[in-house]
């Protein structure tokens, strides 16, 4: 909910009016709380291969890997890769990660996303929306065929939450579908958001 009222806060502070709102597991998360929180803010909805549902914490692998990077010593890039690849060995998912790399100060780098905070809130992060929470307006769900975030038996509860919800399969990806097929996953929303 905090981060979905950033959101709206940016939409007003901008004066954006309705915006067409994509998200991402956590980010999907939080671009479905916007839409049920706010509809009047979203024209339309996209959600990347999380549902509605609690999700028990998870990715404590990626957390400690992420933990483990020391900036102190970690001067390029190149050097934060190298280092994650001991703990993370494919390449799409740690270059997704490394996106969240930035220059803090002059030659430090650093994360944009408050990786503490994420650790701690785990049990947050996968609650699922409130029972009574809904979206009428235009809604795309993506899942990856390789994922076990969105299953067919989790169609239900999305149709609760999102009645005008439409589902569609991102082939040859997981649960990372953007950054394993983006082609597809950029065709599908285009194809979404030009209706």
């Known amino acids: 909910e905090v981060m979905a009222n950033d959101i709206k806060n940016y ?6 009016g309705t915006a067409a709102v994509l998200g991402h597991s956590m980010g999907g998360k939080v671009a ?13 909805l996209i959600v990347a291969d999380i549902a509605p549902k609690y999700y028990p914490p998870h990715h404590q692998e990626i957390i ?11 001067k390029s890039r190149k050097e934060a890769d190298e280092a994650l690849a001991k703990h993370i060995t494919d390449f799409g998912i740690r270059q997704f990660l490394l996106k969240n790399l930035h220059w803090v100060g ?3 780098l650093g994360f944009r996303f408050n990786l503490d905070v994420l650790q701690n809130k785990m049990e947050q992060i996968g609650e699922g929306i409130a029972p009574q929470a809904q979206y009428a307006g235009p809604t795309l769900f993506l899942r990856g065929d390789r994922s076990e975030y969105v ?6 509860i999305i149709k609760t939450h999102f009645p005008n919800a ?4 991102v082939e040859n990806a997981g649960h990372w579908l953007h950054a ?14 030009n209706q």
């Open 11 to 16: 939409l007003d502070h901008h004066h954006l």
């Open 32 to 44: 479905m709380q916007v839409a049920v929180g706010h509809p009047d803010k979203v024209g339309k």
């Open 64 to 74: 400690n890997a992420l933990k483990k990077l020391d900036f102190d010593t970690i």
């Open 106 to 108: 002059k030659d430090r």
């Open 151 to 156: 299953l067919p038996s989790d169609y239900t």
């Open 166 to 169: 439409i589902i569609e399969t």
């Open 180 to 193: 394993e097929n983006p082609k597809q996953f950029f065709s599908k929303s285009m194809a979404f958001l």
